[in-house]
């Protein structure tokens, strides 16, 4: 059996599927503060916990023979963090903590871990490979760079097997169109583009067009959620054989407006959009250097074009289920 912790939420629910789909046994644990019940597949065992509950991890490990984990259980709101750090060391770190107790405890040494390309902070070239000094700027990435040392640690001192995979811009959503983004709040742009172009949502707003790139808007690499399943799937089955961390991305940076215009595209519409200053901590550029998980994984994404990509989205976002 495989444990996917934090199997509800957006990327969890995504691997989930595609591991029950390449045969997989899984269990899922999940405190549902962020995730949703509906986006579990019903082939997987579900449990409500929490890592902070040691004696709920305990009878899990104790009730299933687990032979890896997978582990995406987070708070991931960068700045919520920033005024709330408090809830993010104690969640992320401590719940990790808690999760490997319970691993050694019952001599499970495998796990895939959600990481950030957020642990690299300010970008001082692009694109970034796994050799890039990590500076995270928000708690949020010093709380994934944390995990990431301790994972190191544990692998020296116990023998844990371990990948940090380092995503960026996780977007679009599975083609069946039963699962896909919903976070609440949404932060991210792809959805609240779409979410503007339905009118769900009033105006997006774009934040800066005098950055240093071609159209003057910021630059990211958008990565497809099901690339990012195969990708966890295929790092469990190699933990074997290495440990370590690995980006995941496509190496291709759209810039802001061509997200708003390939979008607009993709669902016929014209978005409403208010162009006004900066925010503090926006890098022009950030995308990465894919080129160890093609090496190790011998991984590459299937979905480049960002317009692909976006209509997995707006797919989605005009059936969502939850």
Excluded at 54 to 66: D, G, P, T
Aim: include cysteine; charged fraction near 20%.
């Amino acid at each position: 059996m495989i444990l996917i912790v934090g199997g509800a939420g957006y990327i969890g629910s995504h691997t989930l599927k595609h591991l029950l789909d390449q045969g997989y046994e899984c269990i899922v644990v999940d405190n549902l503060v962020y995730g949703h019940k509906d986006a579990i597949d019903d082939r997987a065992v579900f449990i409500q916990a929490d890592l902070m509950d040691k004696e709920s991890l305990s009878s899990i490990f104790e009730s299933f023979c687990i032979k890896a984990v997978i582990h995406f259980a987070a708070f991931a709101y960068v700045g919520e963090s920033v005024t709330n750090p408090q809830k993010y060391y104690q969640n992320n770190v401590c719940g990790t903590l808690n999760l490997l107790d319970i691993m050694l405890e019952n001599n499970v040494k495998k796990i895939v871990f959600s990481s950030t390309c957020a642990t690299y902070g300010e970008p001082q070239y692009t694109p970034i490979d796994e050799k890039h000094i990590q500076n995270p700027i928000n708690p949020y990435g010093h709380s994934k760079l944390m995990i990431e040392q301790i994972f190191a640690d544990y692998n020296k001192a116990y023998g844990l097997q371990y990948i940090a995979l380092r995503y960026f811009n996780a977007a679009g959503a599975n083609k069946n169109g039963l699962i896909g983004e919903s976070h609440t709040p949404e932060t991210h742009l792809i959805p609240l583009v779409l979410k503007a172009i339905k009118g769900d949502i009033s105006i997006i707003k774009v934040f800066g067009t005098d950055y240093e790139t071609p159209d003057g808007t910021c630059i990211r690499d958008y990565v497809h959620v099901d690339d990012l399943a195969i990708a966890h799937r295929i790092a469990m089955e190699k933990l074997d054989s290495y440990s370590g961390y690995i980006n995941l991305g496509t190496g291709i940076g759209n810039s802001v407006k061509e997200i708003i215009r390939a979008a607009e595209i993709v669902s016929g519409k014209t978005c409403p959009v208010e162009y006004t200053t900066r925010r503090a901590g926006d890098p022009a550029r950030l995308f990465a250097d894919n080129s160890k998980a093609k090496d190790i994984l011998e991984w590459r994404p299937e979905y480049i074009e960002i317009r692909d990509i976006i209509q997995t989205a707006w797919d989605w976002e005009n059936n969502r289920k939850y």
